[in-house]
């Protein structure tokens, strides 16, 4: 038996991942439609985060919590194991500093624009930091590709490097739930007054988390 994919497996609270295994025969070769049934394993455990359907491999997350499954065929025996842990789904993100911004003559990056992402109903009294969670930084004003734009670009860090686009980048929350972006200037180039920046952050399943976006507004000095 062949477990297609990684042996660890993450999902948000809310999302589905569909898990697969192939069956293979002394010879190598793949049984066709082999009938495989997934099982929980420890499923006493009080601690699992989902649901399986044991035909189709179905996972769905539907709170905070971890478990394992198995792939299981008819007269064979299989130590493959699949551990899958259900991560809480972001409820709310917020500014995690100032939101104006004044970026000197002088310097070739502004300070951070930082924002925070929390989940607020695993336990309602109170509001947990989430790591590992995407903000979407994107620049609004000037309007991306137009000439007002084309001097700034956005990254994580004074000393980052610009990526494949100029105006947005994806960045994820760290062990205190924060993500955070700069403004920085390509040398030699006009600047535009100031710079709009919104961060959005999204659910697994594609729902806008309130909060979003949270916006910044960068000012820039007179050379």
Known sequence: MVIQGLPQRSLEVGDTLTLVATAINNAGDTIPDPGIVW??????????????DSLTGLVTGLAPGEGRVRPRLPDV??????????TPAPDSVAAAGGQQITMGANDSASTAMAVAVFDLTTDSSTA???????????????????SGAAGIYLTTSESGQQGKEQHQIAVRTDQQGEAQAVVKRIADSALPDSAVVDAT???????????????????FGAD
């Not at 979407?136 to 309007?143: A, E, M, R």
């Open 128 to 146: 947990v930091a989430l790591p590992e969670k995407l903000v979407q930084f994107y620049v609004i004003d000037p309007p991306p590709g137009s």
């Open 39 to 52: 099982i929980i394993v420890d499923s006493d455990t009080g601690q699992l985060g989902f649901t399986l």
């Open 201 to 219: 952050v999204v659910t697994a399943v594609g729902d806008t988390v309130t909060g979003s976006p949270v916006r910044f507004v960068v000012l």
């Open 77 to 86: 025996f299989t130590l493959a194991l699949i551990d899958i842990s259900v």
